[in-house]
Nanobody, 124 residues
Framework: QVQLEESGGGSVQAGGSLRLSCASS??????MAWFRQAPGKPREAVAC?????????RYTEAVDGRFIISIDNAKKILYLQMNSLEVEDTAIYYC??????????????????WGQGTQVTIES
């Protein structure tokens, strides 16, 4: 069982930055990701990362070039650096973890463990 806890959410002006963190309570899985859910919309993928020496990453088009996903394996903490934030980035952000041989995917069904979420609000 992997327990995940997000932190770092808050409210910032458009154009600003935030860094989200996700602490894992146990061993590091093979893939981790960030998802988000805006009011009235389904949860969507934001970014994912392979937990191996390659650290391959994938981003959804809406955040590519603005967000950076990274991991500190020693501390078992996943990060999401969010820059040039837009009002459309307002959502609850969730950390997710999973296992599997295929590398990280931006698909919810490939993740078995989820955090409770942290609210991110971008003000115009």
């Amino acid at each position: 069982q992997v327990q995940l806890e997000e932190s770092g959410g808050g409210s910032v002006q458009a154009g600003g930055s935030l860094r989200l963190s996700c602490a894992s309570s146990t061993h590091t899985p093979t893939r981790m990701a960030w998802f988000r859910q805006a009011p009235g919309k389904p949860r969507e993928a934001v970014a994912c990362i392979d937990i191996d020496s390659m650290r391959r990453t994938r981003y959804t088009e809406a955040v590519d070039g603005r967000f950076i996903i990274s991991i500190d394996n020693a501390k078992k903490i996943l990060y999401l650096q969010m820059n040039s934030l837009e009002v459309e980035d307002t959502a609850i952000y969730y950390c997710a973890a999973g296992h599997g041989p295929d590398g990280c995917l931006l698909k919810q069904w490939t993740y078995d463990y989820w955090g409770q979420g942290t609210q991110v609000t971008i003000e115009s």
